[in-house]
């Protein structure tokens, strides 16, 4: 049951770290100009709900299984992730909004939110890994 | 994109022009040879002769302002004015053309214009609309007329000048015409080709007109100069030219001139040249910080004279005007104002005295050590602080034969003229680091060039500037990311001197603002013909306000007007619940209407027929006009599909591109992008905060995204008298970069007023310039970024802008941040380069490059501040605030970007503390600004304002070119009972008096005097209840007080001095801006008396606090 749990989460975590790869990848372009505003804009809101759900379905995970410290660790990312899709105004098009990404550092900031986010999925990672692998071993 | 913005140009026009320049280049190629270095482009460039050297000295003052960082030894002041003239006759040999001599009365002029602004600004002030002459130097009108007058007689073309620059092109060209066809032609395009070609030389405009103008010019040439200068200082920089009746010296070199280009324009071009080479030897002697001495030795009178009234900023001028108490009261009785300050005993400064003093010393900059700029002003001791006439931005710190080339301020400007080093530094001074532009302003003249190849930075793409370095013949030096590039073979020769081997001569290194022609084989798709779509609300309550009349009239009247070619297409769509499409095909007897009532999935009935050739098809276009306004006369439906029609519209045009036009008068209520009111009226006043600054759906915005991509702009008008949420209708046009027009309570009988404002903004709106599928990019300097973009576009990538449509109204502002420290650089430079289609169908790049000095100092810093420009930063930034966050955020952060900066400079830059609330004189402004934002319409609290005269005045703030937004902040109070031609200015034949600005306070009002204000889109004249009866008769046409009507809006034509007087100042206020003022007479019972009031923002209202309390509030907390 519990090596279930984190293989589950194990391949949840990978999809989120492709996620934030992809995410950084395609800010990048942005900033590189390799792509307009627009284009990139539509590309990554289509993930942010995604991405919430990931990071949701890996806390509600822990916290079935009753893993309290991944459960704290991921409850703040999964509540910012949910904070920020509920904070957008009426009028924007979504979390990225193309009209205003490159005003106000807005294109860095979303820039170091996925960097973070990315090396909180490694960390993760290597925690869901270790901890199956120990799950493995006790079973 | 990228693909846009690498462009060839093949076509070499330049023949005309070379013809005459060639002697001319030639000297002047002698002369660079002796100056070695980068030098000596910006060198070549700005001599223009002696004409020049007469600028400088007018010039020195005003470095002696400035904080002169890089050192004295730049800057040579007294020789400089000796030698330049000589090496400029010599250079001139054998010309006969002593036409240069001529220009020598220019030098006088200059003087007085040099005091306050650089000369360097190349660019033509005026606008190609007519109101080019602008009011801006006032004072200089004077001066220039006594100057002037006599001068007159002999050199008419003086005169002409200052009126129209434009107008005086074509006009002298005609004359000059005669030895040159190709001066036809240049006429027939627009007045900037012509310049163009002259310019090309021109680097510095003076030059340029000069040469070129040869024959024709004469006239122009002298107004040429003389507007440039002025213009630099002035916002509107066109009018100044007038002033330039003061060369009397100059006229009669002119006519001179004249003459020997007639015959020869080669003969001209030499003295052009010499001009230019001259530069060289002066560039270092102008650039003497206390030229201020010299000055008056070549034309003392008059220059003193200048110096005060036009220019603020000097030590003269800033007694008259703003002189601290002692000073003032001396000077001007009505002074008494000053005592409600002086009062706080504490505060006075004993050591005020010799600050104080200084100015009073003729002065000029020899007095003390620190620039004028940096002069302390205790604010709550000094009250007079407005300048006598415009406020004009400070000169950058740049060695002279730079800042003559440099970009007009009224087209780019810095709110620092001097950049700190680093972002440290920014941050400890707390001023904003930004551009202001206005790229597509109608310019008076612009050189053209037409070329085989666009040189740019192989690496960043930067086009040539003036200035990049020259390292040898074959390489030069990107000065923005500092590669080095080789000099194409086709550079090597210049077209306009027709010589070989010195690429710094080319008309691209000679000017900071120019356009090139792109050849369509380098185009993304074929330029696109002008097209035009008409979207308007006809339901019952769109019918009910008679706008259909007047939009159908002017239409009907400017059809021929409208700028596009053969190709220009025009379409029409009207709306309520349905969508009505007008097909007028070719062969039909008359207009066929088809009517969409599927509003939820909107199609095209006929695609091929509904936008028409303009031409072809102009009389079934013309029924349509005149039948429309009678079609829906009776029409019941009240509800109104916007956001279909607006998808209809997006459908109909996204094959093209072009221009819609949407006339809208209610909340949309059917069909996607329907919106609920969400204004509540008695809230207005109380509520703390203001809810609903944002959008309330996202529908405008990302259709307004399609359309951009699809190069169709949206244009608003609002034409309500409800809510109609402004804030989010108005992102159709924000993101398409189209413009938004409100007319709040708009009725064909309850409001004359604004019917005529409709009328007349639609005219303007009909016929001026346009440019198509636009994008403009803003590189700058290696280490700089762009950091936010305030305006009306879509920001597609970093730094790049698209703009569907581009307007000659149109600003816009960034915000730059430092990411690497800009240690070893002595300057950086901007340049911003527009891409667009013109209305003929032509592909063409206008390209501007501003360089400013970098400094490391906190002092350089603030003595380089432009208040305006901070001012109106600051207001976009604060919009931006009040939608993202709150609007009582954005009102703390301004009233804490001055207490911040005023701190700033208090612990940083004084050495000495002293008690009172100090100020750098160039941002003595800057508190008395930030209490007008607190009280403009955009951010006021406590005052019922509609949400949506909130969010259009909001929206103004963020893309009017800084000259409109000042005058709506701040507007200008002028006394005109008593106006009299005493240093009047003299624009065009017509007498236009120039009474001083008057602080904003009911305390300025008297009873007996009739008083104007001056608040940019409206123009109020109160009428004091005691007024002089004479004024009453003369001006008004009225017996006496009691009969000033209620709704009066313009004045009478009367046959009476004062009349003349009085209809000449409002006509020449109305000339300098694109869109028409409606004038409104009051007296004490009139309704708009609450609105001329809170326009007194130095006054205390219920909610707000006075002047002088918030400098109180604002010492309180420096001093903490």
């Known amino acids: 049951m519990e090596a279930a749990v984190f293989i589950l989460s194990l391949v949840d975590c990978c999809a989120l770290i492709f996620l934030a790869v992809y995410f950084v990848i395609t800010l990048s372009d942005l900033e590189c100009d390799y792509i307009n505003a627009r284009a990139c804009c539509s590309k990554l809101n289509r993930w942010v709900v995604p991405e919430l759900v990931g990071q949701a379905l890996a806390t509600v ?79 | 994109m990228l693909g846009l913005w690498v462009f060839v140009f093949t ?34 460039l700005q001599p223009p002769g002696p004409g020049y050297m007469a600028h400088q000295t007018p010039y020195n003052p005003m470095q002696a302002k400035g904080p002169m960082p890089p050192g004295p030894g730049l800057y040579n002041s007294g020789p400089y004015q000796p030698v330049p003239p000589v090496s400029s006759n010599q250079a001139l040999p054998g010309q006969p053309m002593l036409k240069r001599p001529p220009m020598g009365p220019q030098h006088s002029m200059t003087p007085p214009q040099s005091a306050s602004p650089n000369p360097g600004s190349r660019i033509p002030p005026a ?77 510095t405009s003076l030059q340029g007109y000069t040469q070129q103008g040869s024959a024709p010019l004469l006239m122009n040439p002298m107004a040429a100069p003389h507007s440039y200068q002025p213009g630099m200082r002035a916002p509107y920089g066109g009018p100044p030219p007038s002033v330039r009746p003061t060369p009397p010296t100059t006229g009669p070199p002119m006519g001179n001139a004249t003459p020997p280009l007639g015959p020869k324009t080669d003969g001209h071009m030499p003295t052009p040249g010499n001009g230019a080479q001259v530069p060289n030897s002066f560039d270092h002697l102008e650039m003497g910080p206390k030229m201020a001495g010299p000055l008056p030795p070549q034309q003392p009178s008059p220059p003193t004279r200048h110096m005060g009234l036009s220019y603020p900023s000097l030590p003269p001028g800033y007694q008259n005007t703003s002189a601290p108490p002692n000073a003032a009261t001396m000077q001007h009785p009505v002074q008494p104002s000053t005592q409600p300050y002086s009062h706080p005993q504490p505060y006075q400064q004993p050591s005020a005295g010799p600050a104080q003093l200084s100015p009073s010393l003729s002065g000029l900059s020899l007095q003390s050590q620190t620039p004028e700029a940096l002069r302390v002003v205790n604010l709550l001791q000094e009250r007079n602080l407005l300048p006598l006439g415009p406020v004009t931005p400070p000169t950058p710190c740049l060695p002279q034969d730079l800042q003559k080339i440099n970009c007009h301020p009224e087209v780019f400007r810095s709110t620092l003229t001097s950049i700190p080093q680093t972002q440290s530094l920014l941050n400890k001074a707390k001023l ?186 102009k009389e079934l276009v013309q029924d349509l006009l005149r039948s429309l306004p009678q079609m829906f006369g009776k029409t019941m439906e009240t509800q109104c599909a916007l956001g279909p029609a607006l998808q209809a519209a997006f459908k109909l045009l996204s094959a093209t591109g072009g221009r819609v036009s949407v006339f809208q008068t209610q909340l949309p209520s059917l069909g996607v992008g329907a919106l609920k009111s969400r204004e509540d009226p008695n809230q207005r006043a109380s509520a703390k905060d203001i809810q609903h600054l944002s959008p309330a759906t996202d529908f405008y915005k990302k259709l307004a995204l399609d359309c951009s991509g699809q190069q169709v702009a949206v244009d608003l008008f609002l034409l309500s008298s409800q809510y109609c949420d402004l804030a989010s209708l108005g992102c159709i046009s924000r993101y398409s970069a189209g413009s938004v027009y409100y007319y709040p309570s708009y009725h064909q009988q309850h409001n004359p007023a604004g019917v005529e404002c409709f009328q007349k903004d639609l005219k303007r709106y009909l016929t001026r310039k346009i440019g198509f599928e636009a994008v403009m990019r803003i590189r700058c300097s290696k280490g700089l970024s762009i950091h936010t973009f305030h305006g009306n576009f879509f920001v597609r990538s970093t730094d790049l802008l698209s703009l569907p449509n581009v307007n000659p109204d149109a600003g816009f502002a960034v915000q730059m941040s430092i990411e690497e420290n800009l240690v070893d650089m002595q300057s950086v430079s901007f340049q911003a380069a527009l891409l667009y289609t013109s209305s003929k169908g032509e592909r063409r790049i206008r390209v501007h490059t501003m360089c400013l000095p970098v400094v490391n100092s906190l002092s350089d810093i603030f003595a380089g501040a432009d208040v305006q420009a901070i001012t109106c930063l600051l207001a976009s930034m604060a919009v931006d605030r009040s939608v993202t966050a709150s609007l009582s955020d954005a009102r703390d952060a301004m009233t804490n970007a001055s207490i911040d900066s005023l701190t700033s400079f208090r612990t940083s830059v004084l050495t000495i503390q002293q008690p009172g609330l100090l100020a750098p004189a160039c941002l003595r402004l800057f508190p008395l600004y930030i209490l007008a934002l607190l009280k403009q319409k955009a951010f006021r609290t406590g005052t019922s304002t509609r949400l949506d005269d909130r969010v259009y005045a909001m929206c103004q703030l963020k893309y009017q070119p800084l000259a409109y937004v000042m005058l709506m902040i701040h507007p200008a109070l002028y006394r005109v009972d008593d106006l009299t031609d005493e240093g009047a200015l003299n624009v065009s034949e017509r007498t236009i ?49 009691a009969a000033v ?39 004490d019972e009139s309704p708009l008396k609450a609105s001329f ?20 509030h604002i010492q309180q907390q420096v001093s903490k």
Not at chain 2, 17 to 35: D, F, G, T
Not at chain 2, 162 to 182: D, E, F, K, W
Not at chain 2, 1008 to 1027: E, K, P, T
């Open chain 1, 61 to 139: 995970l822990m916290l079935v299984s009753l893993h309290w410290f991944v459960f704290l660790l991921n409850l703040p990312v999964a509540s910012w992730n949910m904070y920020r899709v509920w904070k957008v105004p009426m009028g924007n098009m979504g979390v990225f909004d193309p009209t205003e990404i490159h005003n106000r550092g807005q294109l860095k900031s979303h820039m170091k939110e996925s960097m973070i986010k990315l090396g909180f999925h490694l960390l993760c990672f290597f925690i869901y890994l270790y901890s199956m692998i120990l799950a493995l071993i006790n079973d």
């Open chain 2, 11 to 44: 076509v070499e026009t330049f023949s005309n022009q070379s013809v005459p320049l060639c002697s001319h280049s030639v000297s002047v190629k002698e002369q660079h040879a002796l100056n070695p270095g980068p030098s000596q482009n910006p060198v070549a």
């Open chain 2, 127 to 203: 606008h190609a609309t007519p109101p080019p002459v602008s009011a801006n130097n006032y004072q200089h009108a004077p001066a220039w007329q006594y100057g002037g007058t006599p001068p007159m007689g002999a050199p008419p073309p003086m005169a002409m000048p200052p009126l129209r620059p434009a107008g005086n092109h074509m006009t002298s060209s005609p004359s000059l015409a005669t030895p040159q066809a190709s001066s036809a032609e240049y006429r027939a395009t627009p007045p900037v080709f012509h310049n163009a070609m002259q310019p090309l030389c021109p680097p």
């Open chain 2, 432 to 617: 904003p680091l930004g551009l202001l532009l206005h790229p597509f302003k109608d310019l008076s003249q612009l050189p053209v060039v037409t070329s085989s190849t666009i040189v740019r930075c192989r690496s960043c793409r930067t086009y040539i500037n003036p200035f990049v370095t020259f390292l040898d013949q074959r390489r030069w030096k990107c000065n923005l990311c500092y590669r080095v590039n080789d000099v194409p073979e086709e550079f090597m020769y210049n077209p306009v001197s027709r010589s070989y081997g010195e690429p710094h001569k080319r008309p691209e290194v000679q000017n900071a603002t120019l356009e090139f022609i792109a050849p369509s084989e380098y185009m993304l798709r074929p330029p696109q013909p002008a097209v035009y779509l008409i979207v308007l609300d006809v339901s019952h309550n769109a019918v009910e306000t008679g706008y259909l009349d007047v939009v159908c009239q002017s239409l009907l009247e400017n059809i021929n007007a409208l700028p596009g070619d053969s190709r220009t297409k025009i379409g029409f769509i009207t709306f309520d619940s349905t969508i009505h499409f007008y097909n007028l095909q070719e062969g039909l007897s008359q207009p066929q209407m088809l009517i969409v009532s599927d509003i939820e999935d909107i199609f095209l009935p006929t695609p091929d027929s509904l936008l028409v050739n303009l031409n072809e098809c």
């Open chain 2, 993 to 1041: 008096p120039q009474p001083r600005v008057q602080q904003l306070s009911v305390e300025k009002l008297s009873r007996d005097g009739a008083f104007l204000m001056d608040a940019g889109s409206v123009i109020y004249l109160w009428i004091g209840r005691n007024c002089n009866p004479n004024f009453l008769t003369q001006v008004l046409g009225l017996p006496n007080y």
């Open chain 2, 1045 to 1083: 009507p209620l709704n009066m809006n313009m004045l009478p034509e009367l046959d009476t001095a004062e009349s003349q007087r009085t209809r000449a100042f409002v006509g020449w206020l109305r000339e300098q801006r694109p869109f028409f003022p409606i004038l409104h007479v009051i007296r």
């Open chain 2, 1093 to 1112: 009031l809170q326009n007194m923002i130095e006054d205390r209202t219920e909610s707000a606090l006075s002047y002088y309390e918030f400098l109180l």
